[in-house]
């Protein structure tokens, strides 16, 4: 933000507009390294789009709580968008979105008010009668605020973000609309403030609670405006956004802006294999979607690929597991089966920190796929069998949950 004239120093991100999410991301490859020029830049881990995880928990605003302020087009809208997102494989969860909205309040109240006058204080005060009216009555209020009214914004705020943090960290990322309704330029002059504090309905929180968000088109409404969603996430998973934003942008055969050129064609996406990660085979409950897989992502890992074993393994659930988890065996070859798994990449010190928490009888061994690679992954000792029930004939464990799961596990004595 070097250069910028600045609204919220603490608080400014500069951003991309694009006609793909592709260019876009692009863009911010090149601009995310951190800027010695601003001190309120830094470093941002910015990887090669790879494939998403196949499962993604994503939090969207409660029925309750969703407000289009009378727009049933883009209710409509919005609604159409989230069974796109089930159709590419996500798993929609129902967040209560009462504190992000009073978070957003905050954005145009005593400290934040405060710090845009702070930035224009020299201009505004040889300026004032050439300014906007409603940006000289908005930022001139800030005269009237004191530094105690600025620590009371920042305290309202530390509190939000504590009773937010596992909220967010509960979802891989967020669905919500890119603005709740769409309103002439007529109304938006008859009543500016209000209008523009409800078109940030789903953004004002965004820089506050330090997230990353991409705006994406979705299609079009009933009545033929545009429609679109912003997908977020904690900060640092960009990656992650915009992997899923472009599946999104695909799949609404949208052409490109106000343009008539079509969407180019997509290309699948690889990971970088030159970036120094250690690869994880993973086949039970840290598969994308599954109760673990919070583990894998909090450090840092990103999914490689999906894939199978080499028919060499046979596929059990343990007994006395307080999470339920499969334990894989490797058997000679010809009595064993081929099992779906997942194969994620993490730095060697993230590799290391989790290699240490696994508990007995878990293991990592070398496990051989059916594309001729191997890596290291999860192997269970014999001795943790017993009890166990032989799931092979499933393929995986994924496909066991979703079959006969729950009937299955509740045979499986806990300790």
């Given at each position: 933000?070097?250069?910028?004239?600045?609204?919220?120093?603490?608080?400014?991100?500069?951003?991309?507009?694009?006609?793909?999410?592709?260019?876009?991301?692009?863009?911010?490859?090149?601009?995310?390294?951190?800027?010695?020029?601003?001190?309120?830049?830094?470093?941002?881990?910015?990887?090669?789009?790879?494939?998403?995880?196949?499962?993604?928990?994503?939090?969207?605003?409660?029925?309750?709580?969703?407000?289009?302020?009378?727009?049933?087009?883009?209710?409509?809208?919005?609604?159409?968008?989230?069974?796109?997102?089930?159709?590419?494989?996500?798993?929609?969860?129902?967040?209560?979105?009462?504190?992000?909205?009073?978070?957003?309040?905050?954005?145009?109240?005593?400290?934040?008010?405060?710090?845009?006058?702070?930035?224009?204080?020299?201009?505004?005060?040889?300026?004032?009668?050439?300014?906007?009216?409603?940006?000289?009555?908005?930022?001139?209020?800030?005269?009237?605020?004191?530094?105690?009214?600025?620590?009371?914004?920042?305290?309202?705020?530390?509190?939000?973000?504590?009773?937010?943090?596992?909220?967010?960290?509960?979802?891989?990322?967020?669905?919500?609309?890119?603005?709740?309704?769409?309103?002439?330029?007529?109304?938006?002059?008859?009543?500016?403030?209000?209008?523009?504090?409800?078109?940030?309905?789903?953004?004002?929180?965004?820089?506050?609670?330090?997230?990353?968000?991409?705006?994406?088109?979705?299609?079009?409404?009933?009545?033929?405006?545009?429609?679109?969603?912003?997908?977020?996430?904690?900060?640092?998973?960009?990656?992650?956004?915009?992997?899923?934003?472009?599946?999104?942008?695909?799949?609404?055969?949208?052409?490109?802006?106000?343009?008539?050129?079509?969407?180019?064609?997509?290309?699948?996406?690889?990971?970088?294999?030159?970036?120094?990660?250690?690869?994880?085979?993973?086949?039970?409950?840290?598969?994308?979607?599954?109760?673990?897989?919070?583990?894998?992502?909090?450090?840092?890992?990103?999914?490689?690929?999906?894939?199978?074993?080499?028919?060499?393994?046979?596929?059990?659930a343990l007994a006395g597991q307080s999470v339920p988890k499969p334990g894989l065996v490797r058997v000679a070859d010809g009595n064993g089966k081929s099992m779906e798994v997942e194969v994620w990449?993490?730095?060697?010190?993230?590799?290391?920190?989790?290699?240490?928490?696994?508990?007995?009888?878990?293991?990592?061994?070398?496990?051989?796929?059916d594309d001729g690679t191997s890596a290291k992954g999860f192997l269970v000792e014999t001795a943790g069998?017993?009890?166990?029930?032989?799931?092979?004939?499933?393929?995986?464990?994924?496909?066991?949950?979703?079959?006969?799961?729950?009937?299955?596990?509740?045979?499986?004595?806990?300790?």
């Amino acid at each position: 933000a070097a250069g910028v004239v600045p609204a919220c120093r603490t608080l400014d991100c500069v951003s991309v507009f694009a006609l793909t999410v592709d260019d876009a991301y692009s863009v911010f490859r090149a601009a995310a390294a951190k800027d010695d020029e601003d001190p309120y830049s830094r470093s941002i881990a910015a990887p090669s789009l790879g494939p998403r995880p196949p499962v993604l928990s994503v939090g969207i605003p409660a029925k309750a709580d969703r407000e289009f302020f009378g727009d049933a087009a883009m209710q409509a809208g919005f609604e159409t968008a989230l069974r796109t997102l089930e159709q590419l494989g996500c798993r929609l969860v129902e967040i209560p979105f009462g504190n992000f909205y009073a978070t957003a309040n905050l954005l145009y109240e005593g400290a934040w008010v405060a710090e845009r006058y702070a930035a224009i204080a020299d201009f505004m005060e040889a300026n004032e009668a050439v300014m906007h009216p409603v940006t000289r009555t908005i930022i001139g209020g800030a005269r009237k605020l004191s530094a105690a009214d600025a620590f009371k914004g920042l305290y309202a705020l530390q509190a939000y973000k504590a009773r937010l943090a596992p909220v967010i960290a509960s979802v891989d990322l967020f669905c919500v609309p890119t603005a709740p309704t769409h309103y002439t330029v007529d109304v938006v002059l008859a009543d500016p403030i209000v209008t523009n504090s409800r078109l940030g309905t789903y953004t004002n929180f965004v820089n506050l609670l330090d997230m990353c968000g991409v705006a994406v088109p979705t299609g079009k409404r009933d009545d033929g405006l545009p429609m679109s969603v912003t997908l977020l996430a904690a900060a640092g998973k960009d990656a992650l956004t915009a992997s899923l934003a472009s599946e999104l942008q695909a799949a609404s055969g949208l052409d490109l802006g106000a343009t008539d050129w079509a969407m180019p064609a997509s290309v699948a996406k690889a990971p970088d294999l030159d970036d120094g990660m250690i690869e994880l085979v993973v086949v039970g409950a840290h598969l994308s979607g599954m109760p673990l897989n919070g583990q894998l992502c909090a450090l840092g890992a990103r999914l490689s690929r999906a894939a199978r074993t080499v028919a060499s393994y046979q596929l059990y659930a343990l007994a006395g597991q307080s999470v339920p988890k499969p334990g894989l065996v490797r058997v000679a070859d010809g009595n064993g089966k081929s099992m779906e798994v997942e194969v994620w990449r993490l730095s060697a010190a993230a590799f290391g920190r989790f290699v240490a928490a696994i508990p007995p009888p878990l293991g990592i061994g070398t496990i051989e796929l059916d594309d001729g690679t191997s890596a290291k992954g999860f192997l269970v000792e014999t001795a943790g069998l017993s009890r166990a029930i032989d799931i092979s004939a499933y393929g995986g464990w994924r496909s066991f949950i979703a079959k006969a799961g729950g009937e299955r596990l509740e045979s499986v004595p806990a300790d």
